[in-house]
């Protein structure tokens, strides 16, 4: 607080002699010589204030909250009328012409924690620690981007509360420190659940601290929830069913956990199955298979279209794309896997090379798209895939429907030694392109490039469970 203080007493004295310098009756030496010098001392200033301002740090306080490249007036921008992007549909109709439709990048969830870069209207810029990608242009790691300003409570309003915020909020997964993936007295959700007090609905991946040990015998697990609107800390009890507390102690054992962790998602229940969201990395809401429809809007006069499934009322499209897919269920399963898109995943994870084998959890990438390897027996593949090709869903699937003349791995792997085009397949078996590259991925090498992400990278851990930043988190309302 006295930092932030000091910051803004700096930009006000700045402002004031500023303004006294434009003023010709003043008894001021107003040579050019003296600007220059008071101008300079005030730059200083306030360089110096820019650098002792504190990091400040915020946590999901929605289920799941929209995440975008862009800040909202810029995302809104030449929309026709009652074609507002306040409610952003679950994907564009093609993702490479239709994006302005949709710009969603990513989704957080309820307890991450963020970093505040800035503030721009009801939004705020952040920097996300448990997932990247690389910037083309630098070569680096990025994770920033713009979020709803009610979707982010500050973690200093806890303390000021009497909350000790570590107590309540879970630590960051954060990818400069692959250990965060796994951590003590910490409960996971793999399924959604609901609290009933508030009637939040929290989705696979959302992390809580215990408030205790349960028995091996209970069937729910008691954990803090930290309430933003009576700014208290309840205990919910979430069913032990419903969770991850404790993870295999080798890679196999976690890869095995993560291909299972994925048939249970993908295959359809009595509540139907999880949607396709573009960005999407949440799933709480299951829909009927086909539910889906085409819509229309124009943006600067250009026309755009995308897809919208039937009954959803919320202005946050709860379900899945394909990278966030083996993200959330990677993270769950404390794999530290933390590829944001396609092409990053391509860049982090060593291919399978001629004489090897292909193993389940295994991804396949092909330009955009990325599939894990689900059961080298029945030749399996599991994929969020898009409503372009009639699927629109997370489904696990053949390789014979989803490749023309690919019926076994074995298949594939000569497919990809040969470097011999694919025929990627639709709903309906029709040829939808031609696949002119494939790299095959081994799930286990993540590890490998988990560390050398870290090492890479400053290592100071990310949030509220950094001893030396323990007060200092501040968020200007």
Not at 85 to 96: C, I, R, Y
Not at 127 to 149: L, M, R
Not at 279 to 305: D, E, M
Request: contains cysteine; positive net charge.
């Amino acid at each position: 607080m006295g930092k932030l203080f000091l910051f803004q007493m700096v930009l006000l004295l700045m402002h004031t002699i500023n303004n006294m310098l434009q003023i010709d009756h003043l008894n001021l030496r107003n040579t050019m010589k003296n600007r220059y010098l008071i101008r300079a001392t005030l730059c200083s200033l306030f360089f110096f204030t820019l650098q002792a301002a504190p990091e400040r740090y915020g946590v999901a306080i929605v289920p799941v909250a929209d995440l975008f490249i862009n800040p909202a007036p810029l995302r809104n921008k030449g929309h026709a009328p009652n074609h507002s992007l306040s409610e952003v549909p679950h994907a564009p109709n093609n993702p490479h012409t239709d994006l302005p439709a949709c710009p969603r990048l990513h989704q957080l969830l309820f307890n991450e924690i963020v970093k505040i870069v800035e503030q721009y209207g009801n939004e705020l810029r952040i920097a996300i620690p448990n997932t990247f990608h690389i910037a083309h242009t630098t070569g680096k790691p990025q994770s920033e981007y713009w979020v709803d300003k009610k979707a982010i409570a500050p973690l200093g309003g806890l303390e000021q509360h009497g909350i000790d915020a570590t107590a309540v909020i879970p630590p960051a997964i954060d990818f400069k420190n692959p250990k965060t993936v796994v951590a003590a007295n910490c409960v996971t959700l793999k399924y959604a659940a609901t609290d009933p007090h508030s009637n939040m609905q929290f989705s696979p991946g959302t992390r809580f601290m215990r408030t205790g040990k349960a028995g091996p015998t209970s069937a729910t697990i008691s954990v803090k929830i930290f309430d933003n609107n009576d700014k208290k800390v309840r205990t919910l009890r979430i069913p032990r069913s419903a969770c991850i507390t404790e993870y295999s102690t080798t890679t196999p054992a976690r890869i095995a956990q993560f291909v299972k962790l994925l048939k249970e998602w993908a295959h359809e229940t009595n509540s139907g199955v999880i949607p396709y969201v573009w960005g999407g990395c949440s799933l709480v809401k299951r829909h009927k298979p086909n539910a889906f429809t085409t819509g229309a809007t124009k943006i600067n006069n250009t026309p755009y279209s995308y897809f919208t499934r039937a009954g959803e009322k919320n202005n946050v499209k709860t379900g899945i794309d394909c990278s966030g897919l083996v993200i959330r269920a990677a993270q769950v399963c404390g794999i530290p896997y933390f590829c944001k898109n396609s092409s990053t995943l391509m860049a982090k994870l060593d291919p399978i090379k001629k004489g090897e084998q292909i193993s389940e959890g295994d991804l396949i990438w092909i330009p955009g798209h990325v599939m894990v390897v689900a059961d080298r027996t029945n030749n399996t593949i599991i994929e969020a895939r898009h409503y372009d090709h009639g699927f629109g869903k997370v489904q696990e699937i053949s390789l014979a429907k989803s490749f023309k003349g690919i019926k076994t791995y074995d298949d594939l792997l000569r497919h990809y030694h040969q470097n011999i085009p694919l025929h990627r397949l639709d709903k309906s078996g029709a040829v939808k392109y031609i696949v002119s590259r494939i790299k095959l991925l081994k799930m286990n090498s993540v590890f490998r490039s988990a560390k050398q992400i870290a090492m890479a990278s400053n290592r100071q851990p990310f949030g509220h469970h950094k001893p030396a930043y323990q007060r200092e988190y501040y968020l200007q309302a």
